[in-house]
């Protein structure tokens, strides 16, 4: 069973608990928490902090300072939030709380960590219960330079950058908060003819944005990993940290385990391949047995899905996803592209979360025998593959929408919600475009 922490709460009677529905395998014996709605907003009435090993809030600090760190330096303080004797990198953070063989945290000092400062470049992994903290504000992470050198090129703006994947205005944002994407040109010309276009040329990396880019107006996302956690098999939690970037998912956990995964204020964001044939998502979680909850973090602009979540033989999954949100994923040639996505027989429960405007593919879209909880989540869909889905149950997976809204237009065919030989349950649902599409076998009913 979880342990939950005590919390500051609205006075009762503004808290209205809230049922988990009839038939909704959670296993509550081991994650075992309540639902309730405050002002109209349903959340989990569970401590985030509470869900991971507690050795890790009583094990070793070790401070990263990306300024004025030093690697060689210990990372201890006297007291947490000390950075005195920081490391400048997360991963000299990791392998020295490796070599202590116990839980330990991470603190990190807000700013910008750039390239192989995370992982260095998926080589430096923790192998202990670990907590990754932005200490008392935002940590951002670049698989790329925050600053770039531009030089006029006549036509075009040139920076020596290498292995380029990705390439985005950060001076102009989208109306969902990301960054605007550059499209590829097939040549220096071609870039050169059209604005809002890039493109790599030997060694040089071309921009077109129509003016003199500032040194921090690009973000340029290279070939280096994200927060990449391949072999990592022990309880994880992240707080404050914002990942620009990764050729294998912004966030990607991949190995077999039994523990929780946590994030909190957390952002995960334009994951970017090594190859079109290797698109990966922005978040992506694979192979754990137990509880993986998000509260209020993001996923977006991923090359593939947004949120995936996937048992792949490893059954026991139970996913939390707390005001979270995914918006613009999908890149290049990917289809079947998801704001959200789990399959097999993952359980998940979705809090007010938001999703929508994925490239091609459903904005949530639940798969196989999984089975997903929705309750006051939005999803927007407007695909360009010629039918827009904003909700969609598929195979033999069960759905329960509890006011949720499915907004889908745009293309000749448009559904809120469809099950696709999928079982959906509804209860205030509201589809304020699209129709609700019923196929191979699948059911819509309320309850």
Aim: hydrophobic share 40%; glycine share 14%.
């Amino acid at each position: 069973m979880l342990g939950v922490g005590l919390q500051v709460f609205a006075p009762y009677r503004n808290r209205v608990p809230i049922a988990f529905p009839a038939g909704f395998n959670w296993d509550r014996t081991r994650f075992d928490f309540d639902i309730e709605q405050v002002g109209g907003i349903y959340r989990a009435d569970v401590a985030p902090r509470d869900l991971v090993d507690p050795a890790i809030w009583n094990g070793a600090a070790f401070h990263v300072d990306g300024v004025t760190g030093d690697d060689g330096n210990s990372g201890l303080g006297a007291t947490d939030g000390d950075f005195a004797n920081a490391k400048r990198t997360i991963h000299a953070a990791f392998v020295a709380g490796n070599a202590t063989g116990a839980a330990y945290r991470v603190l990190v000092k807000p700013g910008t960590y750039a390239e192989a400062a995370f992982t260095r470049n998926g080589k430096d992994e923790p192998n202990q219960p670990v907590a990754v903290i932005g200490w008392g504000g935002a940590v951002r992470y670049r698989a790329g330079p925050f600053s770039v050198v531009w030089s006029d090129a006549g036509g075009t703006f040139t920076a020596s950058e290498s292995s380029v994947r990705r390439v985005f205005r950060c001076d102009v944002l989208t109306e969902e908060g990301l960054y605007t994407e550059l499209t590829e040109a097939a040549d220096v010309a071609s870039c050169s003819a059209t604005v809002n276009t890039w493109v790599h040329d030997g060694t040089l990396l071309h921009v077109n944005v129509g003016g003199t880019p500032g040194a921090e107006d690009i973000a340029v996302i290279r070939s280096f990993h994200g927060a990449r956690f391949m072999t990592h098999d022990k309880d994880f939690y992240l707080e404050n940290i914002h990942c620009e970037g990764g050729i294998s998912g912004a966030l990607h956990f991949d190995a077999v385990a039994a523990r929780n995964i946590v994030g909190v204020n957390c952002s995960f964001r334009y994951s970017a391949p090594s190859s079109p044939t290797a698109l990966q998502d922005a978040a992506r979680v694979r192979r754990t047995d137990g509880l993986v909850a998000f509260f209020e973090c993001d996923a977006s602009g991923g090359a593939k899905d947004g949120w995936s979540f996937h048992e792949d033989g490893t059954a026991g999954m139970h996913v939390l996803l707390q005001g979270c949100t995914g918006w613009g994923n999908g890149f290049s040639t990917a289809t079947s592209c998801n704001g959200f996505t789990s399959h097999d027989g993952v359980r998940a429960i979705l809090l007010g979360g938001a999703f929508g405007l994925s490239r091609n593919g459903t904005e949530v879209h639940v798969i196989q025998s999984t089975e997903t909880w929705a309750a006051g989540c939005r999803a927007v869909a407007r695909d360009i593959d010629g039918t827009s889905v904003a909700f969609k149950c598929s195979n033999g997976a069960l759905m329960w929408l509890q006011e949720c809204s499915g907004d889908a237009a745009g293309q000749a065919e448009n559904y809120a919600l469809q099950a696709n030989a999928g079982t959906v349950f509804t209860r205030g649902f509201v589809a304020l475009s699209g129709g609700v599409d019923v196929a191979s076998g699948g059911s819509v009913t309320p309850f």
